[in-house]
Each structure stands twice: as structure tokens, then as C-alpha cells.
């Protein structure tokens, strides 16, 4: 068991003001009164719950050794196929993975990602880092990226013929220049990425100077290339509205548990607990989180959890 406080290595690497609630606070009180509808709503009735899993994969994140890597694909190459084995005989289904996948890892990896993803394991996605780049230098780099897996078969819709077509997370929660100028530097990246063939961006949430106003939706954005962050907002996705104008953009969970145990941050405790979604930190597997997320995603009777996994299972 877990002692807690538990240190903010482990947990909380930035204090509360850091998190920066003055961009995503606001939204997040205004919305309290849906949450608490969603949650009386819910009382007593049955919720279907999908739990959707962005995993940021990056086998080479703190390898202690240069065969470490291959160890973890091939780890997920033999045990992930048997865990889904397991589960269509007790359930008769099985999850679906994906793997957003950073090229910076390496393309040594793409063989067995691609296999796994033939194989029916889930599916292979774009996680992209980069930094002081052009709409040119970007554009360029990302069209050699996508040739690059799509020689293994990856980032395609089928068709006849098969179109690129592929899911994108942003390192460091960059997309569209939200840092204005830090680790990305390219206003206008979500029009390059639709021309590209990107059909939705999964970055958000950060909890940081990256965060965007608007938070836990499902939504479209208009680009606008003469700022930064254009999907600071944008128009709700709406059942039986197929033409809204923009960018696709799918935000995980949002929340602040009151309940959670105290969290020791830099010369301060806090009884409270951020959350942006990510599953690789000490607070996220305590079931206290869960009612967080369903409250932060309810549509309608059905509940979207679109939780974010940092590092390479």
C-alpha cells in the first residue's frame, strides 16, 4: 500500500498556481450546475461507461538500458494479445489499445506496432513532438513522418483506394503554438494537420500554461493563423450534425477531487486533487476519481472517459 502524502515526484510535480486555473477554472465552476444535473440524473438509472485510452507509448522514457525499449514492445507484443484472450473468454469481448506513437522513438518499433494492430490489438496514431519549426518546416517533416509509418501500413482509413488518415496528440500539449513560441512555434498547425489527413487531436487537457479555456468537451475549432491556441474554443459536437465548420478536437477529463488524500507539493499541502486524465500518476487508479470523470463527460446517458496514459505501460 501507498503511504500517504505521497511526495509530489510521484504525484504533483507542479503547484496549484502553475496549473494555471485562471484559464480552465472558470469554465470548470460555470459547469458546475450540469455536472450536479448530470449526476442527479444518473441517480438510480443505468450509464453506459466507455473508457477510451490515449496512450502516449514511448518505450525509449527513462529506459534504463538500450535493450530496455525493445523489452517493453516485445512485452506488449506477447502479454497484450493474451490479455485480450482472457477477456473474450470471460466477457466475449475485448478491449481495443491505442498507441500514439512519437517517431522519436524510434522506427524500429513500427514492425511490431503495426502487427499488433493487424492482429486486432487497436490501433496505431501520431503522438508528434517538436519546436521552433515553420508552416513549412512542420508541413514537411510531418508529411515524411506520415510516409515513414505508413510504409508499415499505418495512419491509413480503409478504401479502395486507402486514404491517410490518423489521430494526433501534440507533445508537450503544444498544439496550435499554445505556448506562443514554446516547443512548438507554428500558429496555424490545425489547418496543416486537416490538410495532412488528421481527422481529430486528443492533446488536451494539460493543467498547464498549454491549457485551453474551454474544457471536457467534444468539439470543433476554427483555425485562425494569426494567433496561438485556436481551439481555445470552439462549437460543442452535436448529435445529427455532421457539417460543423473547424478542426475536430476530443478533450479528456478535466476535474478536481475534494475527496482525494492530501498531496505534498513544494512547501505547501493541498487536500485536493488536480486531475488532467492521466493514468501514470499516483492518485488515478483510486476509484475516488472515477465519479470525477463521469460527472466531467456525461452525454447524455452515456458516459466518455478519455483518460490519458504519459508513459509506456
Known amino acids: 500500500m501507498r503511504n500517504w502524502p505521497v511526495p509530489a515526484e510521484q504525484v504533483a510535480r507542479l503547484t496549484?498556481?502553475?496549473r494555471r486555473p485562471d484559464l480552465w477554472l472558470p469554465s470548470y465552476v460555470l459547469g458546475a450546475p450540469s455536472r450536479?444535473?448530470?449526476?442527479?440524473a444518473g441517480a438510480g438509472r443505468l450509464t453506459h461507461v466507455f473508457f477510451l485510452i490515449?496512450?502516449?507509448?514511448?518505450?525509449?522514457?527513462?529506459?534504463?538500458?538500450?535493450?530496455?525499449?525493445?523489452?517493453?514492445?516485445a512485452t506488449w507484443r506477447r502479454e497484450y494479445p493474451a490479455f485480450q484472450a482472457r477477456c473474450r473468454e470471460r466477457f466475449g469481448h475485448a478491449p481495443r489499445h491505442t498507441w500514439f506513437y512519437p517517431p522519436h522513438h524510434?522506427?524500429?518499433?513500427?514492425?511490431?506496432?503495426?502487427?499488433?494492430?493487424?492482429?486486432?490489438?487497436?490501433?496505431?496514431?501520431?503522438?508528434?513532438?517538436?519546436?521552433?519549426d515553420t508552416a513549412a518546416t512542420l508541413t514537411r517533416d510531418l508529411a515524411r513522418t506520415i510516409a515513414l509509418y505508413q510504409r508499415h501500413g499505418l495512419l491509413f482509413e480503409a478504401g479502395d483506394p486507402p486514404r491517410t488518415a490518423f489521430g494526433f496528440v501534440h507533445g508537450d500539449w503544444t498544439l496550435?503554438?499554445?505556448?506562443?513560441?514554446?516547443?512548438?512555434?507554428?500558429?496555424?498547425?490545425?489547418?496543416?494537420?486537416?490538410?495532412?489527413?488528421?481527422?481529430g487531436d486528443f492533446t488536451m487537457p494539460s493543467g498547464n500554461d498549454a491549457q485551453t479555456r474551454k474544457i471536457n468537451s467534444i468539439?470543433?475549432?476554427?483555425?485562425?493563423?494569426?494567433?496561438?491556441?485556436?481551439?481555445?474554443?470552439?462549437?460543442?459536437?452535436a448529435v445529427g450534425r455532421a457539417d460543423t465548420p473547424g478542426f475536430f478536437l476530443m478533450q479528456g477529463?478535466?476535474?478536481?477531487n475534494w475527496r482525494a488524500p492530501k498531496i505534498r507539493c513544494p512547501n505547501e499541502y493541498w487536500s485536493i486533487a488536480f486531475g488532467n486524465g492521466i493514468l501514470a500518476k499516483?492518485?488515478?487508479?483510486?476509484?475516488?476519481?472515477?465519479?470525477?470523470?463521469?460527472?466531467?463527460?456525461?452525454?447524455?446517458?452515456?458516459?466518455?472517459?478519455?483518460?490519458r496514459n504519459s508513459l509506456v505501460s
Open 176 to 199: 496550435d503554438n499554445a505556448r506562443n513560441g514554446v516547443r512548438c512555434g507554428v500558429n496555424g498547425e490545425l489547418s496543416i494537420l486537416r490538410r495532412l489527413g488528421c481527422w
Open 253 to 256: 477529463p478535466l476535474s478536481i
Open 282 to 307: 499516483g492518485l488515478c487508479g483510486r476509484p475516488t476519481i472515477l465519479g470525477r470523470w463521469e460527472t466531467a463527460r456525461r452525454i447524455r446517458n452515456c458516459s466518455i472517459f478519455w483518460p
Open 36 to 40: 450536479l444535473r448530470a449526476r442527479r
Open 16 to 18: 496549484m498556481p502553475e
Open 106 to 132: 524510434g522506427a524500429e518499433h513500427l514492425p511490431a506496432l503495426a502487427d499488433m494492430a493487424y492482429e486486432g490489438g487497436g490501433e496505431v496514431e501520431l503522438h508528434y513532438h517538436h519546436s521552433d
Open 54 to 73: 490515449c496512450d502516449h507509448f514511448e518505450p525509449r522514457h527513462h529506459a534504463a538500458s538500450d535493450a530496455q525499449p525493445f523489452e517493453r514492445v
Open 219 to 237: 468539439y470543433y475549432a476554427v483555425d485562425d493563423p494569426s494567433r496561438h491556441k485556436s481551439h481555445d474554443g470552439g462549437v460543442d459536437a
